[in-house]
């Protein structure tokens, strides 16, 4: 069920859109497949089972009292149905406390992840103290939070018990009375007393597992707070670029910030080369966000071989463009898992393509070359190898438009221009690169260096 629960919210995660993703942390993505997956263990199926068997004791208890009379059977339907009602007294603050602790769970990871990806600063500083105070802040929230459920839960379970005893009580006194009747021998007075014991002991756990069960469905709620995009299904799939993309007085902003673009056109012709040059902050960067379809609030006009993007299926568009980031990520797995990421090509295919990144320095100093496992983030790479990863991932996709966003800076000059040069002689290649240093020889065979 564990594993279930995880694929439908990756499967959730995997059909949104890039500003959807964004707008949780991913430190709460993180929080949800691990404490939130153990919290629906804990008070979801663990619940489930013991209710299962409650509910198996409570019915043969029932049996049995009606084998002694009938009139049982109705005094023990009446005191379920007050004992029903009881928790449903508690139900709406238990599922607030539990919403409240899954959120200081949330909280407390993204602390944790955030103080520990900030440790060189902290340590530089000579603030490694912060790690301390920052971790135990947000756990004493957690703790708080959890203690505040297990009160709830308490006081929902003593009214229960209370509850619970008065009506063994007055089955007892039934029995008393259906013996003085002479319609009962006495040894069924004991007797319906251990059943109705067994039934409301049973209706009592039964009771607050089943309100436990149910504090499980705002974390459910809680997923559906991240949308999927279902767009994609009804729109033009994209093929191969025929003859430009174009962008006509387009509109963007940040949230509620100030504009980045305004009114901005530019038109990329089929297998010309472009380069974006500007100040940080100019919106270059946003420029090739907004051509790979990650960023689609905008105002506005983007066309691709005269199709609006707003109607293009975004997925088959990024089939036939490749991203190549300054920072990507690399995978804690293989160098040939990094690069091929489910990805199928020929041996020979590979090799060609990392010999064109010029990545074929690193595979040999890896002890097991292709197969070699790189760290989480590739932290043993430099940023240079790292951005030839990326280069070589972008290839193997073979599209015939490369977006470079600062994509070659982390090497050296003579590197960085070797590739750029490489890119610039594929007469196949619609090449648009975002960079804050332009080599004069790289600026004089681009047929146009656009200043944002």
Same mark, same amino acid.
């Given at each position: 069920?564990?594993?279930?629960?995880?694929?439908?919210?990756?499967?959730?995660?995997?059909?949104?859109? *890039?500003?959807?993703?964004?707008?949780?942390?991913?430190?709460?993505?993180?929080? &949800?497949?691990?404490?939130?997956?153990?919290?629906?263990?804990?008070?979801?199926?663990?619940?489930?089972?013991?209710?299962?068997?409650?509910?198996?004791?409570?019915?043969?208890?029932?049996?049995?009292?009606?084998?002694?009379?009938?009139?049982?059977?109705?005094?023990?339907?009446?005191?379920?149905?007050?004992?029903?009602?009881?928790?449903?007294?508690?139900?709406?603050?238990?599922?607030?406390?539990?919403?409240?602790?899954?959120?200081?769970?949330?909280?407390?990871?993204?602390?944790?992840?955030?103080?520990?990806?900030?440790?060189?600063?902290?340590?530089?500083?000579?603030?490694?103290?912060?790690?301390?105070?920052?971790?135990?802040?947000?756990?004493?929230?957690?703790?708080?939070?959890?203690?505040?459920?297990?009160?709830?839960?308490?006081?929902?379970?003593?009214?229960?018990?209370?509850?619970?005893?008065?009506?063994?009580?007055?089955?007892?006194?039934?029995?008393?009375?259906?013996?003085?009747?002479?319609?009962?021998?006495?040894?069924?007075?004991?007797?319906?007393?251990?059943?109705?014991?067994?039934?409301?002991?049973?209706?009592?756990?039964?009771?607050?597992?089943?309100?436990?069960?149910?504090?499980?469905?705002?974390?459910?709620?809680?997923?559906?707070?991240?949308?999927?995009?279902?767009?994609?299904?009804?729109?033009?799939?994209?093929?191969?670029?025929?003859?430009?993309?174009?962008?006509?007085?387009?509109?963007?902003? *940040?949230?509620?910030?100030?504009?980045?673009?305004?009114?901005?056109? &530019?038109?990329?012709?089929?297998?010309?080369? *472009?380069?974006?040059?500007?100040?940080?902050?100019?919106?270059?960067?946003?420029?090739?966000?907004?051509?790979?379809?990650?960023?689609?609030?905008?105002?506005?006009?983007?066309?691709?071989?005269?199709?609006?993007?707003?109607?293009?299926?975004?997925?088959?568009?990024?089939?036939?463009?490749?991203?190549?980031?300054?920072?990507?990520?690399?995978?804690?797995?293989?160098?040939?898992?990094?690069?091929?990421?489910?990805?199928?090509?020929?041996?020979?295919?590979?090799?060609?393509?990392?010999?064109?990144?010029?990545?074929?320095?690193?595979?040999?100093?890896?002890?097991?070359?292709?197969?070699?496992?790189?760290?989480?983030?590739?932290?043993?790479?430099?940023?240079?190898?790292?951005?030839?990863?990326?280069?070589?991932?972008?290839?193997?996709?073979?599209?015939?438009?490369?977006?470079?966003?600062?994509?070659?800076?982390?090497?050296?000059?003579?590197?960085?221009?070797?590739?750029?040069?490489?890119?610039?002689?594929?007469?196949?290649?619609?090449?648009?690169?975002?960079?804050?240093?332009?080599?004069?020889?790289?600026?004089?065979?681009?047929?146009?260096?656009?200043?944002?």
């Amino acid at each position: 069920m564990d594993i279930k629960v995880r694929r439908d919210l990756m499967t959730r995660i995997s059909e949104t859109n *890039y500003e959807n993703f964004h707008h949780f942390p991913e430190a709460t993505y993180t929080s &949800w497949l691990t404490n939130d997956v153990n919290t629906i263990n804990d008070y979801g199926f663990s619940m489930f089972f013991f209710v299962t068997n409650q509910i198996a004791n409570i019915v043969l208890s029932i049996f049995s009292l009606l084998t002694f009379h009938y009139s049982l059977l109705i005094t023990v339907a009446v005191l379920t149905g007050i004992m029903l009602l009881a928790p449903k007294l508690f139900t709406r603050r238990l599922n607030q406390r539990s919403v409240a602790q899954t959120k200081m769970n949330e909280e407390l990871t993204k602390q944790v992840t955030d103080v520990l990806e900030g440790f060189n600063s902290l340590f530089t500083l000579g603030l490694p103290k912060t790690i301390q105070t920052k971790t135990l802040a947000s756990s004493q929230k957690l703790a708080d939070a959890r203690i505040d459920y297990a009160k709830t839960a308490g006081s929902m379970s003593a009214t229960v018990n209370i509850v619970s005893l008065l009506s063994q009580i007055a089955v007892l006194v039934h029995a008393a009375l259906l013996f003085m009747a002479h319609l009962i021998p006495a040894g069924a007075v004991s007797n319906a007393s251990y059943f109705a014991s067994t039934i409301f002991t049973s209706l009592t756990g039964a009771t607050a597992n089943i309100a436990e069960m149910s504090a499980v469905q705002p974390i459910f709620d809680k997923y559906e707070q991240l949308p999927i995009n279902t767009d994609d299904q009804k729109c033009q799939s994209v093929t191969p670029l025929e003859n430009q993309i174009a962008i006509q007085n387009l509109n963007f902003a *940040y949230d509620q910030q100030q504009p980045v673009l305004q009114n901005f056109s &530019w038109r990329i012709q089929k297998n010309k080369k *472009y380069a974006l040059v500007g100040d940080s902050g100019s919106g270059k960067s946003t420029i090739l966000n907004l051509l790979v379809g990650q960023l689609t609030h905008y105002s506005g006009q983007i066309r691709y071989d005269g199709q609006d993007y707003q109607r293009l299926d975004l997925q088959s568009l990024r089939r036939q463009i490749s991203f190549l980031e300054q920072s990507p990520h690399v995978f804690n797995a293989s160098l040939r898992e990094n690069i091929l990421l489910g990805r199928e090509i020929t041996e020979s295919q590979l090799r060609a393509i990392i010999e064109r990144a010029g990545l074929n320095q690193l595979i040999a100093k890896l002890p097991q070359g292709l197969d070699s496992i790189l760290t989480h983030n590739g932290q043993d790479l430099s940023g240079g190898q790292k951005q030839r990863i990326s280069l070589v991932r972008g290839l193997v996709n073979g599209a015939e438009i490369m977006l470079l966003d600062e994509a070659t800076t982390s090497l050296d000059q003579r590197a960085s221009d070797d590739i750029e040069q490489n890119l610039l002689d594929d007469p196949q290649l619609t090449l648009v690169i975002v960079t804050h240093h332009l080599h004069e020889t790289i600026a004089a065979q681009l047929h146009q260096v656009l200043q944002i």
